[in-house]
Every structure is written in structure tokens, then in C-alpha cells.
């Protein structure tokens, strides 16, 4: 019986062991976005989150090529869960990009949801991350839009 589970706990360590480097090494392992923003990647076309030096949000969208593309018909809410409370920024369309109507709450470290929606019918996608603003040593992007592998 001892062996078993001492074959068990070895069984289950390894296994911790080989998963908490990939899930670590997915931390920050994003591509560059011509804007510094934080690349979407799971969204199709690309989208870019730039949050602007006034604290707004801009969304740009790229091609596979990491190309320019205007936005048409995406949907993009964003929900900030700040200490203050959480906020709701609504989008609308200016020039080639999707630009928030309100801004971000004062600080950061708090929770970001980006709904995006290719069409204003299609189901939301949800990518969730922390806002963190503080600028990263190595690649001196802004940590939420860190591409480094720390």
C-alpha cells in the first residue's frame, strides 16, 4: 500500500511539475503589436488593446500578416473591475479603429474583460487579463502588453 501511493504522489508531482512551466511561460507570451498594445490573438481579425496615455482604450485590428485593418462590423465592451467598482466602456468606430466612448478607472492592477463580438448578433468572446501598467524591464511595453517570456 505504501508503494502505491508513494508511486501516486510521485505520479501527481511529475505531472504538477511539466504543466506549471507552460502555464507559466503563457503569462506573458504575446506577439508585439505595431501600437504596444496587447494583441488579442484569439479574436479573428487580430485586435489590438492600447490603452491611451488619457487612460482610453483603443482597439486596432490586424491581419495574420500583422497588416492594418478598418473595423466593420466588430462589437467591443470592456469591463473594468477597478477597487472603485466596475465600469463599463462602450466603443465606437473612428477612422480604421474602435476608440472607448468613457475611460478606464484611475489605477491599475485590476481586472480587465474584453466581450468581443465580430458582428453585434455573434455570441461575445470573453478575454479576460490584469490591467497592469507598471513598464516592464526587458521589453519596456507597458506589463499588460508584455511580450517578454518572464
Not at 10 to 31: I, T, W, Y
Not at 70 to 91: R, W
Not at 121 to 129: D, I, S, T, Y
Amino acid at each position: 500500500m505504501k508503494t502505491n501511493l508513494r508511486v501516486l504522489t510521485l505520479a501527481v508531482g511529475l505531472c504538477a511539475s511539466l504543466a506549471l512551466p507552460a502555464f507559466a511561460a503563457d503569462k506573458h507570451q504575446h506577439k508585439a503589436t505595431p501600437k504596444g498594445g496587447r494583441l488579442l490573438d484569439k479574436t479573428s481579425p487580430h485586435a489590438e488593446f492600447v490603452v491611451e496615455k488619457d487612460h482610453s482604450v483603443t482597439i486596432n485590428f490586424y491581419s495574420e500578416e500583422m497588416k492594418p485593418i478598418a473595423a466593420t462590423t466588430q462589437n467591443v465592451t470592456v469591463i473594468a473591475d477597478a477597487k472603485s467598482g466596475k465600469a463599463t466602456l462602450q466603443f465606437e468606430k473612428k477612422g480604421d479603429s474602435l476608440v472607448s466612448k468613457t475611460k478606464l478607472p484611475e489605477g491599475d492592477g485590476y481586472n480587465v474583460v474584453v466581450q468581443f463580438r465580430q458582428t453585434a448578433g455573434a455570441k461575445p468572446l470573453n478575454l479576460r487579463f490584469k490591467l497592469d501598467m507598471h513598464t516592464c524591464r526587458e521589453c519596456k511595453r507597458a506589463e499588460y502588453a508584455c511580450i517578454c517570456d518572464h
